[in-house]
């Protein structure tokens, strides 16, 4: 009998993708992101700014004459709009409804957005990115950088798909994204899947347990259809850890991954929605994190 694929969507539509800015240099990695994926659905970019009362035009033209030139690379169509919220200074919570109308607005598919630190008097009320990724009706695309200055390179060479929980379509479709324009030969995809040990239990003892080999199966089964419907060759790898935080960072920083891309089911908590083990990977991570979150 032939194996029966999952009941999953492997791709995007060309529905509007909407990419908040405020005109900061730590925010190129999302433009990046965001053009990429624009440019794999065959999407328009809706590039958003949300008036704060004071504007800092110092960055503006750089950022705008840089989204310019790698919008015409990629042959993508953009257009900026400028959102004003009802008061001024606006708050967190007030920007993040400020774009998430400009989604219900636009019809688009995803956020693509940055997210950093805030000023210390709205860090009190959580990131931007934050709530947006709690509010919008459609999927939200967070980059994450740890650390400053953290760039994308312009062609990655190596992407990791780790799975912590939920196996999703959306990081191996975003990592297709971003190898669309390069040499498939030449770009190495990992999904990872992330088992965390007991410390009294061996590391190689995943691959002794039968419960952990049938979750493999299911892995590398879900990775074969992912290879089959989006055309990238992706090496499926079982990772046992004990800390996933501290020993993922680890598997990046020795096997040189440019990017990472994860998917997050939306779980709410002290680590906003991240769960603990997501916010560990990222806050810890030597490279930049793309974090997909579904839609309301």
Do not use: C
């Amino acid at each position: 009998m032939a194996e029966k694929q999952p009941a999953v969507e492997w791709s995007w539509s060309d529905a509007p993708l909407v990419l908040p800015l405020a005109y900061q240099p730590r925010e190129w990695n999302a433009v990046f992101i965001a053009f990429y994926i624009a440019e794999y659905s065959g999407s328009k970019v809706i590039v958003t700014h949300v008036l704060e009362g004071e504007e800092d035009h110092a960055f503006e033209a750089k950022l705008k004459a840089d989204v310019e030139k790698l919008a015409k690379s990629l042959s993508v169509k953009y257009e900026f709009v400028e959102v004003r919220p009802s008061s001024q200074p606006p708050r967190v919570v007030e920007i993040a409804e400020a774009l998430v109308q400009t989604v219900r607005d636009r019809g688009a598919q995803a956020v693509v957005m940055s997210a950093h630190r805030e000023p210390l008097f709205r860090e009190l009320f959580g990131r931007v990115s934050d709530h947006v990724g709690r509010t919008s009706p459609s999927r939200v695309v967070l980059v994450e950088t740890p650390q400053e200055g953290v760039t994308i390179p312009t062609n990655p060479k190596r992407i990791l798909v780790p799975v912590l929980k939920e196996q999703h379509p959306d990081p191996f479709i975003i990592a297709a994204a971003l190898t669309s324009s390069a040499s498939v030969a030449d770009v190495e995809i990992t999904a990872a899947k992330i088992f965390v040990l007991p410390r009294t239990v061996p590391l190689d003892a995943v691959e002794m347990a039968t419960p952990l080999r049938k979750e493999e199966r299911d892995f590398s089964t879900f990775t074969s259809f992912a290879i089959k419907t989006l055309g990238r060759l992706i090496n499926p790898k079982i990772l046992p850890v004990r800390e996933v935080g501290s020993d993922v960072a680890q598997f990046i920083k020795d096997e040189k991954i440019d990017i990472v891309v994860m998917f997050s089911n939306r779980e709410t908590g002290f680590y906003s929605f991240l769960t603990k083990d997501e916010y560990e990977l990222v806050r810890k991570s030597p490279s930049v994190v793309i974090v997909t979150v579904p839609g309301t």
